[in-house]
């Protein structure tokens, strides 16, 4: 009877450990091609650990499962303390989960978390203002896309966006109280954020020459609107 016993508990570990071993490998061979195998461009990024996680957790509870086995007058207390422990954590990420749907209600609200975050990214800040030209929230976008271009001076995406906003302040001029001066001024820093983003997209050194000069008269008009 002894025997049986403990051959039908090691047959359960056996069971729980090789689905705990399967489980383990599942989850580095999915998470190997991001994990440097593989250059990329983003270093983190939530949603790559979704594959991973399977293996994570197929590995996490079989291994929980064998704990108590190894404390036979107190397995059901253990069992209840594991079940317990897992209730708490499901809870704690629901809770959480659900404040984070609020961030993920739409592209928005999304990029203006990650600008909060990481304030001085220069990705962050061009895609957050190109979210805030979508919203028509244009005079916001400037400033964001200005930024941008602070951190780093060779983004032209940046630029084609300032070309866009600066576009939709000169369209909507008619329709708001502007002089005609600065009406011009709008049209013309559309038409050099344009030429300043073709310049960086190519690339040619032998364009630097024409770059500066577009870029001190954008300096230039931009200190001329009030």
């Known amino acids: 009877g002894v025997g049986l016993v403990i051959n039908k508990r090691e047959n359960t570990l056996s069971k ?3 689905l705990a071993g399967f489980g383990i490998l599942w989850f580095f061979i999915s998470i190997s091609a991001e994990a440097g195998l593989v250059p990329i461009i ?29 404390f036979e007058k107190r397995k059901m207390m253990f069992r209840k303390m594991i079940v317990s422990f897992f209730a708490v954590v499901i809870m704690i990420f629901g809770i959480t989960t659900y404040f984070r749907n609020d961030v993920w209600k739409n592209e928005l609200s999304l990029w203006e978390d990650c600008a909060r975050k990481s304030p001085n990214k220069t990705r962050v800040l061009n895609t957050l203002g190109a979210e805030l030209i979508n919203n028509e929230r244009v005079t916001e976008a400037v400033k964001v896309l ?46 050099m954020h344009a030429e300043a983003a073709k310049i960086i997209r190519q690339g040619d050194p032998a364009e630097s020459k024409k770059l500066k000069i577009v870029l001190n008269d954008i300096h230039r008009v931009k200190k001329n609107i009030p």
């Not at 990024?45 to 086995?69: D, K, N, Q, T, W």
């Open 16 to 18: 729980y450990m090789k």
């Open 42 to 70: 983003d270093l983190a990024y939530e949603h790559r650990i979704y594959l991973p996680s399977v293996g994570f957790f197929m590995a996490l509870v079989p291994l929980a499962c064998i704990i108590p086995e190894f």
């Open 146 to 191: 200005e930024k941008a271009i602070e951190t780093d001076p060779n983004c032209w995406t940046a630029h084609y966006n300032l070309s866009t906003c600066f576009a939709k302040l000169y369209q909507n001029s008619n329709r708001v109280e502007v002089s005609s001066q600065t009406s011009l001024n709008y049209y013309g820093l559309s038409v």
